[in-house]
Each structure stands twice: as structure tokens, then as C-alpha cells.
């Protein structure tokens, strides 16, 4: 950097002296760390005591200066203010770096290091508040999309969840604001149950190398932060309101803070969403709205050296589940296959009827941090995290408003860590224990037998990680951790089952009681899981920097895989899990090429994966019941491996042109070498953004993304003999629905309205030209197309 | 400040494991909506004394245990009286849904299939409240000689009034397959 300040310096000087006072300085002000434009930086011309603030754009001009020395103060909320001498000769042009220094401002925000320091050898994307805002309407998996090899693995339009390099749900852990979210991560019909418009930053782990949080990342982490609260004097906020004419619905969402030079802090954020029916191009989706109801409150003292925040979180959402899903047996599975329109479609309705879930999940957090002489910066958590499942089917009679699932998951969790730098040089030692107490209830009332029993999980754990800067390019990263978990479950099986898996035999000392064709057994199952990550990384210039890394992650069988024992009625089929699991071990090695720079950025992210133990769910054979035929779904383990490579371009070759391509693959074999079930295919993701200045900065932004049709996938269609037709067909459930190409495209325009007030407003149309197409990774396209094109309208006003 | 921390963490603790330990077994669940059984008499029209009664029973549900099946064989050229029960056996006394069924009669159809060579056929005989076929009730008519399946399904919400089970849609609640004769 100051070489470059000298340069600029040097050119500037050798500049022919002359007096004349109509010059026009323009400048940027950017953040040192991420080039990201810094909006509402107050910037002063020393002397003349004028100031101007930074627009959107992180922009400001000053006219009619004199050639010659000028000092310009720059300050931001979230930066310490600097000043820099330039000397002006001439329309002048200059962009100002400053650091953020939210750790020292904000060191109660725990996770405030996970973008920075968490893992200096890890492939690390992030996504930043500006795009965030661009998916308020959204989910979390929707606005996970926008990293090249993160995909989303759906149930419908509206349940949606982030697959990481090919792997999903348990796979991939998600951290909110320093805590582990514990919600029922296990099914693939369960969406994170979290509210994007309260995140300001998501940071995308594509490894288990994130220690500090788990060890049994397989697929990887999700790193999700609030907003970082200023120490000053100052009340601010924003509204997002959004419109749009699929599902002919919106989402307001609304933050305000209000901080204190003491350090004293309170913060409330609030989001509305509210959607009827969506549709495909052709018809109505029926049943498929939703709404969405989440609040956040926070509060607390930030000091230099001491800080406590208490929070908490509601989140509610209530979704209607495609009608023309809801299926019996498999007859009724090769109509609605075959069937090329819904067998179920009714005009458009607000009304969210059965089936549905209703999903609330609520977390009651405490931080504290205290820095230590000598041991360094000790931080504290505890959190409570509640989260309650129901699942509406359709039945018969009275039960219509009786729930299927009824589940209650309740988590404590203590968190201890502690950070020593160890030398200026920047090695440092971050070191932890966790504990946490899990209890899942599942509600005997439902009169549908549970599908995940009644349990209490302990869970407690050591970890450290140590970095080194070994010289001035290379980096050193060792990290360790260990996981006790131990899981108590009361279970019922029916003696059926037990006796056909010849569980009387392994097990007979965890039956507790018989009933009439059921026992309940006692599952007390005990897993001792160690995990590792270790890397270089390697700055070859300013520019370009190489990175490799190694994670071991060690995965505990879930209460799905373990204990699934019956019919999954909004998946028409029946899935056995095994109680002999052993927790899934995982080899990762990544390899990461990044290139940063104004004109061409460059993201080469090849990686190859074993999993020994893997968990795949599978059909397995064909059950006959009163209800027909059903296909029985179990889990097995297999040894599997995946490779996959993710590419990341961005062009600028005008200053208001940026050109951005993205490009990922993912192939995955069993030890037989069977393709894995439900990979992502190929894809390939454009982005083109073109700013008009002279339009008050008019952006225009055209996506094109190409999807292949997955060309390896397991075969798991089976026939059956359809009684009403007299004939054996084939359930086509794995053939892949056929390659699509989408078109999105946006205008937005930033409104200055007055120095601390901005307003933006866009228009996003997704799908322009209304294709029809099927998504290989939502699990309805069996039954319906995806959705049709959007038109909608967002309002975003900062103040 | 540190003694008072760890003193904080461990009463958190404390409070946190103490009240996990509840020795309370849950309870059972029984299926409520489980059909276990399908019971289907038929009655000779002519001579009432005369009667087959077919039943598909599966008790464990979706357990893995293979139904039981009663097959029967019919008189050629006779006309039968049918009906149909539907049963929950896991609790005691056996649940009868077909009371339910009954109940939301406008929301559920019987429909009945045969294998191409069998030669019978089968019309409801009961409507539901909208004067649609229901057809737990039903006439089945047997013909020469033959052998074959006889199939009877079950739906909920079909669409009514509808030209036969393949534009009925809805969802298949019982589907039944018996081998039958008519001798």
C-alpha cells in the first residue's frame, strides 16, 4: 500500500505546477480488507472545513480546488478516521483504503473473527449484504446459490436447503451469530429455519475446517453474523419492502439500532413474508404459499476490553406443501408421474391448507467476552435454542386438524473459547470447550406412530487450532478437535421390524416393555468422534494467492439414519434407518487459486473427498400393504468418494462493466462405484452488470444460468403391478428431467434523499421468458414444473 | 471477575443437566388411521344363505410382515350383493372406519377393477350426499367360467363426479388385490 502511495505520489509530483482553482477531486473510499465501497464515510478537506458524505457507491467529490496540497479526513462508523495529504493537480482521482476495525469496536460480536481468522487455509466465500438485501423474499438455500458449488437441494418453492460440493442437511452446518443452529437438520423436507433479512454477512466453508464450531462438517459450514453495532451516538436503519407477481405476495422487513457512545446498545429487527399460491408457467401450483413471521431483539455494552450482549429470536413459518404431492402408494406415484400437469390444480388462493408445516424455532442467546492479560480475548455463550415441527397431512375426519409430526427439539449449549495471540507476527492459539444438552420430544398425540423418538442427546467437546505465519508469504494451520456424544432415546418398534433386522438377537437388552405388536426399547448409543484440519497458505504477490488444506470430519449418525422405522407420508415411502451405525468419517483435501484484482478476480477451487461410512438412503424393495404398494427406502453405508472443481471469474474491463462467470462440478461414486444420489449437475452461472453513471447510477444486471441434466445418477426405478390397469409399469423416480437454461434480469437505481438517508429501488424479473423446466434437486419434480417468471418490485430505504 | 465466570458457567450447568432426567416412559402410539383390514362380503341375491367373504389383512401396517390374504371362488352367472369393511384390528375393540368413511362420504369413492380374462362385473349401488357413487355398497355380477384379480381401491378426495378410477385422482387410501374364480 505505501508503495503504491508513493507512486501515486511521484507521478502527482512530477506534474507541471500552474495556478488554477476549478480542479474537481473525486475519490472512493473502500474497506482495505475486502475492496467492498464503504457508503456514508464522512469525508472533510482539512482547511477549508467543508464535508461531504460517500454515496452508495462509496463516491464523493469536492470542486473548484487549487492545485496544491490538500489534507482530506476520512471517517466511517465502523473505521478509525485517517487522513491523507494528495495533492490536486488537475481533475484528480483517488480511491482511500480504510481498515475496519469491527473487532475492536465490537468485540461482543463472538463471531466477529470467523470471517477474518477462523480459518486462514480454508476455501472461504462471502456473500455480502448487498446481495442479501436482493433476496429478502427469499431463503437462505435461494441466497446460497449466488457461491459457485452451492446448490440447493428442495421440496417445492418454498423448502429449500444449501448443499456444499454435493453434500446436504446434516452435512452442512450452520452457524448463526456464533451459535450452532439446532433445528431438525437431518430431513431433506426440513428448510434452516432462518430469517435472511436478519443476516448482514454469510461466509461459505466449503470443508469441516472450521473447528472452532464443529467437527462434523462433511458438506461444510454456513457462517451466518448479524450487524456489527457501532460504539457512538447514533440511531439508524433499514426498510426493505418487497412485491412480487409470482404468488402475488411480498416481504417487509424492518431493522432499527440505537447505539451509544458508552457502548451501550439495543437493536430490533422484524420480517413479514406472505405468499398464495406460486405458479409454473402453465398452472397453478395449489398450496404452495407461505408466511412467514421472524423477530430479533438485541442488546448490550460494548467496551474495548469487556462486552456483554443478550439476544433473542422468533421465527415462525407456515408453508403449504404442493397439493398434487400428497400421494398413497405407488400406483397413485405412476399417475402423477406420467401425468404431464398436476393431477391437482384449483385456482389461485392465499390459503395455506393441509398438507403444510408449521415450523417455529426460537433461540435465547447470552455473550460475554473479556480480554485477559497475557491469556488474551475469553469469550462465554450460552444459548437456548427451541424448535417445534408440525406437519399437517390430509385425514380423514376429526384428525384433519391434528398434526402427523409433532416435534420439539430443545438445545442448551455453553460455549468457552479463548484466544491468545502468541507474537506480533500475528501467530495466535484459539482454543475451546462446548457443552450442550439436547431433549426431543415427539408428541404421542398426533396418532401417527413417530417417526423420530423421544430422546436426550449430550454433546461435549474440546478443540485448538494454532497459526503461524512461518515468513512474510506463507502461513501455517493446525487445528484439532474431540466430540463425546451420547444419545438416549426411547424408542417403540414394531416387533415385526425388530424381529426382521433380527434386533431380538443383537439387541435384546434395550427392550423395556412390549405392547400389543410394538416393544420400546432404550437405545443408549455413545460416539466418540475426533476431527482435524490442517494448511498452507501461500501469498505469492499482492494479488494471487495459493491455499491447501486438509479436513477430517467425523459425523455422528443422526436420529433419522438411526432410528427411521416406518412410512414418510409427504415422502410416499417407507424408510428403515439401522441402529448399528457408526458415525461417517470424512477426507477432504482442497486446493484453492485466488487471484484478486481490479480488473480480473479468479477463484480455481478443485477438491477431491472420501467418505468412509457414508450414510445413503436407498430403494431397497418394494413393500406391499392395504394401501398398495410402497417402496421401502433404507439406509446403508457405503464408502464413497467425491471430486469436483468450482470456478469463479470476474472481468471488468470498462470501470462500470463487471462480467462475472461461475462454473461448478461435482461427481460422486459408492465403493462400487454407482453415481451417489441426488448431485447437484452441472452448471454454468453468468452475471453481467453494467452501471450507467449519467443515469444517477443505474445498474442493470442480466444473469443467465445453464443447468445440464445430471448424466450420472443411481437407477432406483422399480416396477409394480398396477391392479386397475392390469398391467406392471416402471416408477421412473430417478430418470433426471432434462437440461434448462434461465434468464434473470434487474434494474436498480440508488436516491440519495438526504446525508444519512439513501433510497434504492429495483425491479427483478427471474425467469424472463417463462420456461417451463424441472429441477433434478427438487424433489416435486416429479409432480409439477418449477416456477414461472417473476416480476418484482423492491424498495430499500436506509436510514 | 474470573472465579465469579466459571461460578456463573458451572450454575448454568448445573441447571441445565439437572432437570434432563425424567424416568417417565412415553407411550405407545397406535395408528389412528390405520386401515389393517379389508372385509368384503358378498351375498348370492338369490339364495341369502349363500355367501363369500374375502379379507386382506396386514397388521403390523407398513411393517415388513407380508399380508394375509382370503381368496374366494363365485357361482358362474349369479349375482352377488356386495359390501365392504374397513378395519383397524390393532385396537380392541377392532376400529370400524368405514364409519368414517361413511361420515365424509363426499370425500371418499370404492372403485373396483378385474383382471381382463375374469369375467365379473361390479357397480356401486350407495351415493354419497351429492347423489355420487360411494359404492361400499355394490352389485357384482359373475359371468362364465373364469379366473383372475379382483382389485378394490379406496380414495380420498377423489375428483366426483369422475368417469371411472383413472380420472379420479386423489389419494389411494386402500388398495386391495384378491385372486378370485368363478367356477
Not at chain 1, 402427523?404 to 484466544?419: A, R, T
Not at chain 1, 409427504?570 to 461417517?584: M, N, T, V, W, Y
Request: hydrophobic residues 35%; negative net charge; aromatic residues 10%.
Amino acid at each position: 500500500m505505501r508503495i503504491l502511495f508513493s507512486v501515486v505520489a511521484c507521478l502527482l509530483f512530477s506534474q507541471v505546477y500552474a495556478q488554477d482553482c476549478s480542479n474537481t477531486f473525486k475519490g472512493k473510499v473502500v474497506d482495505l480488507h475486502d475492496n467492498t465501497v464503504l457508503v456514508g464515510a464522512t469525508v472533510i478537506l482539512a482547511g477549508l472545513e467543508q464535508a461531504v458524505l460517500t454515496n452508495i457507491n462509496g463516491e464523493f467529490t469536492f470542486s473548484n480546488l487549487c492545485i496544491k496540497d490538500y489534507t482530506f479526513q476520512v471517517s466511517h462508523p465502523f473505521c478509525s478516521t485517517k487522513a491523507y495529504t494528495i495533492k490536486v493537480n488537475g481533475d484528480t482521482n483517488k480511491t482511500f483504503y480504510l481498515e475496519h476495525h469491527l473487532e475492536e469496536l465490537n468485540e461482543v460480536a463472538l463471531s466477529g473473527k470467523a470471517f477474518n481468522s477462523l480459518t486462514k487455509t480454508a476455501n472461504e466465500s462471502v456473500i455480502k449484504k448487498e446481495t442479501i438485501d436482493n433476496f429478502s423474499s427469499k431463503s437462505l438455500a435461494d441466497l446460497l446459490e449466488s457461491v459457485s458449488g452451492v446448490t440447493k437441494l428442495s421440496t417445492g418453492n418454498s423448502i429449500s436447503k444449501p448443499i456444499i460440493n454435493g453434500l446436504h442437511s446434516s452435512r452442512v452446518v450452520i452457524i448463526n451469530d456464533g451459535s450452532r443452529l439446532k433445528d431438525q437438520d437431518w430431513g431433506i423436507e426440513h428448510a434452516p429455519n432462518l430469517d435472511v433479512n436478519s443476516i448482514s454477512r454469510v461466509t461459505v466453508i466449503k470443508g469441516a475446517n472450521a473447528l472452532r464450531y464443529s467437527g462434523d462438517a462433511v458438506g461444510g459450514l454456513i457462517i451466518t453474523e448479524s450487524n456489527k453495532i457501532p460504539v457512538k451516538d447514533t440511531i439508524y436503519g433499514s426498510t426493505i419492502l418487497s412485491l412480487h407477481s409470482n404468488g402475488k405476495g411480498g416481504t417487509v422487513s424492518s431493522n432499527l439500532t440505537q447505539s451509544f457512545e458508552s457502548g451501550v446498545f439495543a437493536s430490533v429487527q422484524g420480517t413479514l413474508k406472505r405468499f398464495g399460491d406460486f405458479n409454473s408457467p402453465d398452472y397453478n401450483l395449489s398450496n404452495t404459499g407461505f408466511f412467514e413471521r421472524d423477530v430479533s431483539l438485541k442488546f448490550g455494552l460494548n467496551k474495548f476490553s469487556y462486552g456483554v450482549t443478550g439476544s433473542y429470536s422468533y421465527f415462525k413459518n407456515s408453508v403449504g406443501i404442493l397439493r398434487a404431492s400428497h400421494l398413497g402408494g405407488a400406483s397413485d406415484q405412476i399417475a402423477a408421474i406420467s401425468s404431464p400437469k398436476p393431477l391437482f390444480i384449483d385456482d389461485f388462493t392465499y390459503a395455506i391448507n393441509n398438507p403444510k408445516q408449521e415450523v417455529t424455532h426460537q433461540v435465547y442467546r447470552l455473550n460475554a467476552f473479556k480480554k485477559l492479560n497475557k491469556l488474551g480475548k475469553l469469550n462465554v455463550q450460552y444459548n437456548y435454542q427451541k424448535n417445534k415441527r408440525l406437519e399437517f397431512d390430509i385425514r380423514r375426519g376429526d384428525q384433519e386438524n391434528v398434526a402427523s409430526v409433532d416435534l420439539e427439539l430443545s438445545s442448551h449449549n455453553v460455549l468457552l473459547d479463548l484466544e491468545t495471540k502468541l507474537n506480533s507476527t500475528g501467530d495466535y492459539l484459539k482454543y475451546g470447550v462446548s457443552l450442550s444438552y439436547q431433549n426431543n420430544y415427539a408428541n404421542p398425540e398426533t396418532g401417527v406412530r413417530r417417526l423420530i423418538p423421544d430422546y436426550d442427546a449430550f454433546e461435549a467437546s474440546v478443540y485448538g487450532v494454532y497459526s503461524a505465519n512461518l515468513n512474510d508469504k506463507l502461513t501455517f494451520e493446525f487445528g484439532s478437535r474431540l466430540d463425546y456424544r451420547n444419545i438416549d432415546a426411547l424408542k417403540f418398534y414394531r416387533i415385526s421390524f425388530w424381529e426382521s433386522r433380527n434386533y431380538d438377537v443383537l439387541f435384546p437388552h434395550l427392550v423395556v416393555q412390549e405392547y400389543d405388536n410394538q416393544i420400546l426399547t432404550n437405545p443408549n448409543l455413545t460416539f466418540v468422534n475426533l476431527s482435524g484440519a490442517t494448511g498452507l497458505e501461500f501469498k505469492i504477490d499482492d494479488f494471487q494467492t495459493l491455499k491447501l488444506n486438509y479436513g477430517l470430519a467425523s459425523r455422528a449418525p443422526n436420529p433419522s439414519e438411526l432410528f427411521s422405522e416406518g412410512l414418510h407420508h409427504s415422502a410416499s415411502r417407507i424408510e428403515l434407518g439401522d441402529l448399528s451405525f457408526k458415525p461417517e468419517i470424512s477426507h477432504k483435501i482442497a486446493f484453492n487459486y485466488e487471484r484478486k484484482g481490479e480488473t480480473l478476480a479468479f477463484n480455481f477451487n478443485p477438491f477431491i473427498q472420501f467418505v468412509n461410512r457414508f450414510k445413503v438412503l436407498e430403494p431397497t424393495s418394494v413393500e406391499q400393504t392395504t394401501r398398495g404398494n410402497f417402496q421401502v427406502w433404507s439406509y446403508r453405508e457405503t464408502n464413497a468418494k467425491l471430486y469436483g472443481l468450482d470456478i469463479d471469474v470476474t472481468y471488468k474491463p470498462l470501470k462500470n462493466l463487471e462480467i462475472n462467470q461461475q462454473f461448478a462440478v461435482v461427481k460422486g461414486y459408492d465403493d462400487s462405484n454407482k453415481p451417489l444420489i441426488s448431485l447437484p449437475p452441472v452448471a454454468l452461472n453468468n452475471t453481467i452488470n453494467y452501471t450507467i453513471k449519467k443515469l444517477k447510477q443505474l445498474k442493470l444486471t442480466l444473469q443467465n444460468n445453464y443447468v445440464f441434466e445430471q448424466n450420472e445418477f443411481p437407477n432406483t426405478n422399480f416396477d409394480v403391478f398396477v391392479p386397475t390397469t392390469q398391467t406392471f409399469q416402471t416408477v421412473d423416480l430417478s430418470t433426471p428431467p432434462s437440461a434448462y437454461f434461465l434468464t434473470n434480469f434487474k434494474v436498480s437505481m440508488p436516491l440519495n434523499l438526504s446525508n444519512n438517508q439513501t433510497l434504492n429501488v429495483g425491479l427483478f424479473v427471474d425467469n424472463v421468458f417463462n420456461i417451463s423446466y424441472r429441477n433434478y434437486l427438487n424433489r416435486f419434480r416429479y409432480y409439477a414444473d418449477d416456477l414461472g417468471r417473476n416480476i418484482s418490485i423492491q424498495i430499500k430505504f436506509n436510514y | 471477575m474470573k472465579t465469579i465466570k466459571l461460578l456463573s458457567l458451572v450454575a448454568i450447568l448445573a441447571l441445565t443437566f439437572s432437570c434432563s432426567s425424567d424416568d417417565v416412559n412415553p407411550l405407545p402410539v397406535n395408528e389412528e388411521e390405520l386401515i389393517t383390514t379389508v372385509k368384503i362380503v358378498l351375498t348370492n341375491s338369490t339364495n341369502l344363505s349363500e355367501s363369500v367373504t374375502l379379507t386382506y389383512t396386514d397388521l403390523d401396517g407398513d411393517g415388513p410382515d407380508a399380508p394375509v390374504i382370503i381368496n374366494g371362488n363365485f357361482n358362474a352367472n349369479t349375482n352377488y350383493t356386495g359390501t365392504v369393511q374397513f378395519l383397524n384390528e390393532t385396537e380392541t375393540p377392532a376400529d370400524d372406519i368405514t364409519l368414517e368413511v361413511k361420515d365424509e362420504d363426499d370425500e371418499h369413492q370404492v372403485f373396483y377393477s378385474f383382471s381382463n380374462a375374469l369375467n365379473i362385473t361390479a357397480t356401486a349401488t350407495d351415493v354419497d350426499v351429492n347423489n355420487n357413487p360411494l359404492g361400499l355398497e355394490f352389485n357384482f355380477n359373475t359371468g362364465a367360467v373364469s379366473s383372475g384379480t379382483f382389485t378394490l381401491v379406496l380414495k380420498h378426495e377423489p375428483a366426483k363426479p369422475n368417469t371411472g378410477i383413472l380420472d379420479a385422482g386423489g389419494e389411494t387410501d386402500v388398495e386391495v388385490t384378491f385372486s378370485v374364480s368363478v367356477i
